[in-house]
């Protein structure tokens, strides 16, 4: 893996790790950020067993002398922390994930003697601080998980938002050039995997207070630029999403319609 560095000042560097899959392979594709300051460090959803010892590999190159203090994991699906057990057995990191999804990410394989090391995520968000730089965790819940969570750096003014922002269908551009070409990439994921609107309106409103430059998703290309984050954060506030698409297919196979003149249940 190859790592491409998006921030660098004196004490503080953000480096995407570049994606571990290759032309043809059935995972998805996937984004790994680290972000050092200091000699403390983060990585963000590091990933999945298929590739874990090649992101291990490329993390303790990159680290150079700094420790890998924590490990973040913004919702519990596999391609974020498959490999959760692996990052704390090798590692002295502490794990930090919803409190929703502590007792699931067990059945990952947690050893136990690492459990004292995963850390519930209050449904508030939470400051992580590296080498004494605070990191804001920020809630995104139904953002596509119950319990859900961005990391805001404000150093870097990188957003880093998971799943969100996410364009599989785009995943050989890192970063957005041309936005209205880039919708279609960008409406497959969050038409199906958001709800609604009403999760939205207030992600929207704690994230327009703050000052990003970058919006970092886990799939596929970056948003540079304020303009470019502007045009996303409109679009994502006029987007419809959720189940409005799919009730099309609530009809059950097979099954014989009430008979006339008696009640569905729900008018009983």
């Known amino acids: 893996m190859s790592r491409i560095e998006l921030f660098e000042s004196a004490d503080h560097r953000n480096i995407l790790l570049e994606d571990a899959t290759e032309a043809g392979d059935p995972a998805v594709q996937a984004n790994q950020h680290l972000v050092i300051h ?10 999945g ?10 993390t303790l190159r990159a680290l150079g002398g700094a420790r890998l203090r ?9 391609d974020v922390v498959a490999a959760v057990n692996g990052w704390l057995m090798t590692t002295s990191a502490d794990a930090h994930i919803s409190v929703l999804w502590l007792r699931f990410v067990a059945h990952f394989g947690l ?10 995520i209050p449904d508030e968000g939470c400051t992580l601080e590296l080498a004494g730089q605070p990191l804001h965790v920020l809630p995104a819940h139904f953002m596509h998980s119950a319990g859900n969570f961005h990391v805001f750096d404000p150093v870097s003014r990188i ?4 799943d969100l922002g996410a ?30 609107r009403d999760v939205i309106r207030p992600w929207l409103r704690m994230v327009r207070e703050l000052d990003v430059e970058t919006i970092a998703p886990q799939h596929g290309a970056m948003l540079r630029g304020e303009a470019m984050v ?10 419809e999403p959720g189940i409005a698409h799919l009730e099309y297919l609530y009809r059950a196979p097979g099954v014989v319609a009430v008979p006339a003149g008696r009640a569905p249940r729900d008018a009983r």
Do not use: K
Not at 38 to 47: N, S, T, V
Not at 70 to 78: E, I, K, M
Not at 159 to 162: A, I, N, S
Not at 230 to 239: A, N, Q
């Open 70 to 78: 924590h490990v973040f994991l913004s919702h519990q699906d596999p």
């Open 230 to 239: 502007d045009r996303f954060l409109h679009w994502l506030e006029t987007l």
């Open 49 to 58: 067993l298929r590739f874990y010892s090649r992101v291990l590999a490329a």
């Open 159 to 162: 957003l880093y938002t998971g």
């Open 167 to 196: 364009s599989l269908q785009d995943s050989e551009q890192r970063v957005v050039t041309d936005f209205d070409a880039h919708v279609p990439a960008l409406v497959p994921f969050h038409q199906r995997y958001l709800p609604c």
């Open 111 to 120: 050893d136990r003697l690492v459990l004292d090391r995963l850390h519930g």
């Open 38 to 47: 200091g000699d403390e460090a983060m990585i963000l959803d590091p990933g």
